[in-house]
């Protein structure tokens, strides 16, 4: 349920909405609302028209594929770096992925139309939103590549250590099965790799909630997708 308060530019945690000058922030802030998002809520469903952007702040979304046969796979993650809702920035009326929260938090979200009328009357706003497009955009191709070709082990770590850094904490909730679903791999394989983390002191994991311990050891097993996207980020965000 939506918790309407009033907003000012300290209170406002997401990165990509902290980085706008005051003038582009100032516009949006009349039309954002802060609410709760449970795990599992569904933001928006492909092909369906969203009513509303979402700016997380202590959630992460995750961006779904669902197979013809019922199988689905995660092909991109989004914190408090970025937005949901990028095809309102392109003129598309339709979502192109299933997005579904993966870690409960808050957020902020602002109705289309009010998105829509603030980027057509102020191009820089346009522009700086349609940077974070761009980055978004090098996540999709790079984690289709990472899917493709990576082995288990070393996609697992990846997924830690990307909703680590989405969540902007150490502790966050997932359970094997959810990470299975967004990997697209079996239930005892995530089992395994994570146990193998988990032995040699890499997280811990109790009830549901994952801790990671050693981000640096995680780093040497993850596949390198982990470190460029985060650097092709930064490039197109600072």
Not at 56 to 84: A, I, N, W
């Amino acid at each position: 349920m939506a918790e309407i308060n009033s907003l000012s530019s300290q209170s406002i945690q997401n990165q990509l909405l902290g980085r706008l000058a005051p003038e582009q922030l100032n516009r949006l802030l009349p039309s954002l609302e802060r609410v709760d998002l449970p795990q599992k809520q569904v933001l928006q469903h492909r092909r369906g028209r969203a009513e509303f952007a979402y700016f997380p702040e202590s959630s992460v979304v995750s961006f779904v594929v669902v197979l013809e046969d019922g199988g689905t796979v995660e092909v991109g993650m989004v914190g408090k770096e970025g937005m949901v809702g990028i095809g309102m920035l392109l003129g598309d009326q339709l979502a192109a992925h299933d997005a579904m929260v993966q870690v409960a938090g808050s957020g902020l979200r602002i109705a289309r139309q009010r998105l829509e009328q603030a980027i057509q009357s102020d191009l820089n706003l346009q522009m700086r939103l349609l940077n974070y497009v761009h980055a978004f955009q090098f996540q999709l191709a790079q984690t289709a590549a990472c899917n493709a070709t990576h082995d288990l082990e070393q996609r697992c770590a990846r997924w830690l250590l990307t909703a680590r850094d989405r969540a902007g904490t150490n502790e966050f909730s997932v359970t094997h099965e959810f990470l299975a679903m967004m990997l697209s791999v079996r239930r005892s394989g995530v089992t395994m790799a994570a146990g193998l983390f988990e032995r040699a002191g890499f997280i811990k994991n109790r009830r549901g909630k994952v801790t990671i311990l050693d981000p640096a050891s995680l780093e040497e097993i993850a596949c390198e997708c982990h470190r460029v996207i985060r650097q092709e980020e930064a490039r197109l965000l600072s």
